[in-house]
C-alpha cells in the first residue's frame, strides 16, 4: 500500500506482464478451458466467478489501468493485516502501527457486486478431457459464513453418504463425489456421478435428486447426534490448526459482520431445529433449483490464446542474495523454543508409563494407550492377527455395557467425541479425543 506507480517504470511493467501470460500458459489445460465454460452457464458469462483469469486478459493492459487500479482497491480501510503464531500482541501492536500507520486513508471504490448462480433446472451437454462419462449437478448453497452454512454442512455429508451407498448398489456408477465450488460470496454444492456409459448420464442425475429427497433416511438419533458432535469438533480442531488459523480468519473478516467467529456455527449446531431443517434441505436440492452438465469423454474446443513472451527473451538479470562460501562450515545457531511445554513422564506400580504432555491453548485434549506390537509381531500363518486382536478389544464389539454406560457413551459421542485405533508394524494405539472441558471422560474411555 506504500508503493506507488512512480517505481514502476513501463519497460518493468510490461516484462512482468509477460511473465504473468506465460504463467497463464502453462496453467491452462482444455480441462481448465472447459470448467470456465462451465461456470459461465451456472454463474453467466458477466459474473466475476466466470470471467477467465489467463493470459489473454492482461495482453493488452497497460501502466496507467494497472496504476489506477491499485489506486482505486489497494487502500488500507478496505484491507484486513491477520498475524498468528507464538507472539506478544503488545509488540506486535507497536510494529503494525508504524509499518501501516502513516499509510493516508483513501476514499476506496466500492465492492463489485457478486450475484447468485443461475440454478433454474437446465440440463447441458459437453465434450470434455474425462476418462468416464461424469454427471455434474449443481445445487444451491450458503455464502460463506452466512446462516444455513450448518444446515448444509450436514445435507452435504448426508447426500455423500447416500450417493456412497448407490455406488455400493449399482455397478453402473463408478464413482462419486460431492463438493463446494464457486467464490466465497456465492458457492454452488457440485455433486459428481461418474458413470461406465454416456447413456447412464440422465440416470446418475436423478439418482442425486433421488438421494437428496431421502436425506439421513435410516439414520438413527444416535448416528445423527453423534454426527453433529463430530461436526462440532471439526470447528474446535479447525481453531487449533494453526497453518490454516489465519485463513479462516482473514475469510470471517471478509465475509462475515458478526462477532461471533465458529461459536454461530456451533450454536447453529446445538439450536437448529433439524426436522425442519431437513425438509427445508430436501426442497432445495430439487431438480427445478439444480444446473446439471453432463459430460462425456471427447476434445473440447481449446481457447486461443496469443503467443506469451518466450523463456530467457529479455535481459533482465535474477537478483540473489549474496552467499559467503565460508558459511558452509560455520554450525548453524538454533534459538531457543519458544514453546513453554514439558512432558512428564512417570511409571505406575503395575509397569504402565504414562506420559502427559500439556497445552494449555489447545481446545482439544487426546488420549492415547499404545502397545508396542503389531503386524511385525503376527506369526507367519496368521495374517492379520493384529487386526482381529484389535477389532475385538473394540468397545462396539461383543460387550455389553449397562444401562448408565450406555447413556454416557451416547452423551459422550453427541458431543464430539472420536474413539480410534491404529495398527502399525510395530505398535497398535488406541485413542480418544475431544473437546479440553471434557477431558476426563476422554481418560476414562
Not at 7 to 22: I, K, M, S
Not at 255 to 275: C, P, Q, S, V
Not at 390 to 399: D, E, H, K, W
Not at 414 to 422: D, F, Q, Y
Request: hydrophobic share 40%; charged share 20%; aromatic share 8%.
Amino acid at each position: 500500500m506504500r508503493a506507488t506507480c512512480e517505481q514502476l517504470d513501463d519497460a518493468t511493467f510490461e516484462r512482468e506482464r509477460e511473465v504473468v501470460r506465460a504463467e497463464g500458459r502453462q496453467t491452462s489445460t482444455p480441462g481448465t478451458d472447459v470448467m470456465l465454460d462451465i461456470l459461465e452457464e451456472v454463474y453467466g458469462k458477466d459474473h466475476p466467478y466466470a470471467r477467465p483469469i489467463t493470459s489473454d486478459e492482461i495482453a493488452a493492459a497497460t501502466r496507467a489501468e494497472a496504476c489506477a487500479f491499485i489506486e482505486k482497491y489497494y487502500t488500507p480501510d478496505r484491507a484486513y493485516v491477520v498475524i498468528t503464531g507464538p507472539f506478544e500482541p503488545a509488540g506486535i501492536r507497536g510494529q503494525v502501527g508504524r509499518a501501516f500507520g502513516p499509510i493516508a486513508r483513501k476514499a476506496a471504490a466500492p465492492r463489485t457486486p457478486v450475484g447468485p448462480p443461475r440454478l433454474d433446472g437446465r440440463v447441458t451437454s459437453r465434450a470434455a478431457p474425462v476418462t468416464r462419462p461424469t454427471a455434474l449437478v449443481f445445487l444451491t448453497h450458503p455464502a460463506w459464513g452466512a446462516d444455513g452454512n450448518v444446515k448444509f454442512a450436514v445435507g452435504r455429508q448426508a447426500l455423500a453418504n447416500g450417493l456412497q451407498a448407490a455406488d455400493d448398489e449399482h455397478d453402473w456408477i463408478t464413482g462419486t463425489n460431492v463438493w463446494v465450488g464457486g467464490g466465497g460470496r456465492a458457492r454452488v454444492l457440485v455433486v459428481a456421478v461418474e458413470v461406465k456409459k454416456a447413456a447412464q448420464l440422465r440416470r446418475a442425475a436423478n439418482q442425486v435428486f433421488a438421494r437428496a429427497d431421502r436425506l439421513l433416511a435410516g439414520t438413527t438419533a444416535g448416528e445423527f447426534s453423534a454426527s453433529l458432535g463430530e461436526m462440532t469438533m471439526r470447528y474446535v480442531e479447525s481453531w487449533d490448526n494453526l497453518p490454516a488459523r489465519g485463513q479462516w480468519i482473514s475469510d470471517f473478516m471478509q465475509y462475515t459482520d458478526h462477532n461471533w467467529f465458529m461459536l454461530k456455527e456451533m450454536r447453529a449446531i446445538t439450536n437448529t431445529n433439524w426436522g425442519v431443517a431437513i425438509t427445508q434441505l430436501k426442497g432445495v436440492m430439487s431438480q427445478d433449483r439444480s444446473h446439471v452438465v453432463l459430460l462425456t469423454p471427447g476434445a473440447s474446443p481449446h481457447r486461443t490464446r496469443a503467443a506469451a513472451i518466450p523463456s530467457g527473451s529479455h535481459d533482465v538479470t535474477p537478483w540473489r542474495a549474496p552467499v559467503d562460501p565460508a558459511d558452509a562450515d560455520r554450525p548453524v545457531v538454533i534459538a531457543a523454543s519458544t514453546v513453554d511445554a514439558e512432558i512428564d513422564e512417570y511409571t505406575l506400580a503395575n509397569g504402565l508409563r504414562v506420559q502427559l504432555a500439556p497445552d494449555p491453548h489447545s481446545p482439544i485434549v487426546d488420549a492415547r494407550l499404545v502397545f508396542p506390537v503389531g503386524s511385525a509381531h503376527e506369526p507367519r500363518d496368521r495374517p492379520y492377527l493384529a487386526t482381529a486382536a484389535t477389532r475385538l478389544l473394540s468397545p462396539a464389539v461383543g460387550q455389553k455395557f449397562t444401562w448408565s454406560t450406555i447413556l454416557k457413551l451416547d452423551w459422550a459421542m453427541s458431543h464430539g467425541t472420536e474413539l480410534g485405533t491404529w495398527i502399525g508394524e510395530t505398535a497398535t494405539v488406541f485413542s480418544a479425543r475431544g473437546l479440553a472441558h471434557w477431558g476426563d471422560w476422554h481418560v476414562w474411555h
